[in-house]
C-alpha cells in the first residue's frame, strides 16, 4: 500500500521552544488515521505544516510525494481541510458557500454544479440550499463544511477536531457521512479529536503526540495492549499523565492567522 503522507524529523521552533520535535510518521493511502495529543501537545502546529499554512524549521514533509513548501498550490488541490473553528461565510447561502470554493479551485461548470448537488445530497442539506449559514445549527454547518471540503474531489481530507461541541446524534451521522466516503472514494481521513471513544471506534491507526514528540503509535488495540488498559482513554491518560494542560502560547493567533493565509 503506498503512503499518501510521509513526514520525517519534521520540527517547528517557536521562540525558544519546539512545538513539532523530530517527528516522523507515515498514512497510507485511503488509511483512516487519527492524531490525538493533549492540548498544546503540537496536533494543529504539525496540520498547518502539511496544509501549507506554517513553514517547518527543519525536516521534510511529502503529501502524494510533492513537498508542501516547494509545492503549495499543488498540494492545495490534494487536500481538503475542516478547521477546529467555524471557516463558512455566514452571510452566505450554503450553495454560495459551495459555489465561492468550486470557484476558487476552478472546478468547471457544469461539474461543478452536480457535484454540489451531489455533495449536498450526501449531508443531507440539500434541501436548505438556499438558507443563510447562519440560520443553520452547529452541526448542519459543520455538515456543509465537509462537503465543501470535498468539492474538488481531494484524496485526502484533514478533520481537526470536527465533531466539538456537537450532540452524538449529529457526531455519528457526520462519522457516517464519512466512512462512506472511505469507502467509496478511497479518501484518506486525517483527523484529530479529544473523545477518546471516537477515536477508538474511527480510526484504522493512531499516533499520539506530546510535548512536541510521538511517542506511541499503532492500532487501537496495539496501544491498550502496549499499556495493559482497558480503553484508549486509559492508554492515552497512561501516555500523557493526567495533568490538565492548556492551549500552547499563541495557538490562537497561529490559527487565525493560518484562516487568513488560507482564504488569499
Known amino acids: 500500500m503506498n503512503n499518501i503522507i510521509e513526514v520525517r524529523n519534521l520540527t517547528k521552533k517557536f521562540d525558544h521552544s519546539n512545538a513539532v520535535d523530530d517527528v516522523s510518521f507515515s498514512v497510507a493511502e485511503g488509511e483512516i488515521f487519527a492524531f490525538l495529543g493533549p492540548n498544546g501537545a503540537g496536533k494543529s502546529t504539525a496540520i498547518r505544516m502539511l496544509t501549507t ?12 510525494g510533492l513537498d508542501p513548501v516547494q509545492k503549495p498550490d499543488a498540494v492545495r488541490r490534494m487536500f481538503g481541510i475542516v478547521f ?25 461548470n457544469p461539474l461543478r454544479r452536480d457535484r454540489m448537488k451531489q455533495l449536498l445530497e450526501f ?27 470535498l468539492l474538488h474531489h481531494p484524496k485526502i481530507i484533514f478533520l481537526d477536531e470536527p465533531t466539538l461541541g456537537l450532540d452524538p446524534q449529529t457526531r455519528n451521522g457526520m462519522w457516517m457521512y464519512l466512512k462512506e466516503l472511505n469507502k467509496n472514494e478511497n ?4 483527523f484529530t479529536t479529544h473523545y477518546m471513544e ?8 493512531i499516533a499520539i503526540i506530546d510535548h512536541g514528540k510521538i511517542i506511541a503509535s499503532g492500532t487501537s488495540e496495539e496501544l491498550k495492549r502496549q499499556t495493559a488498559t482497558a480503553s484508549l482513554e486509559e ?21 487565525r492567522t493560518a484562516r487568513r493565509m488560507w482564504r488569499r
Open 187 to 190: 479518501t484518506t481521513i486525517f
Open 235 to 255: 492508554a492515552f491518560l497512561k501516555l500523557t499523565g493526567k495533568t490538565i494542560r492548556d492551549e500552547s502560547v499563541g495557538s490562537a493567533e497561529h490559527m
Open 123 to 149: 449531508v443531507e442539506l440539500w434541501d436548505r440550499k438556499d438558507d443563510l449559514v447562519k440560520e443553520f445549527s452547529g452541526g448542519m454547518k459543520r455538515r456543509l463544511e465537509i462537503a465543501r471540503g
Open 84 to 108: 477546529q473553528d467555524p471557516s463558512l461565510d455566514d452571510e452566505l447561502t450554503a450553495w454560495e458557500n459551495m459555489e465561492f470554493h468550486g470557484i476558487l479551485y476552478d472546478i468547471p
Open 198 to 205: 471516537e477515536a477508538e471506534r474511527i480510526a484504522q491507526r
Open 53 to 64: 499554512l506554517l513553514h517547518p524549521t527543519s525536516g521534510t514533509m511529502a503529501i502524494n
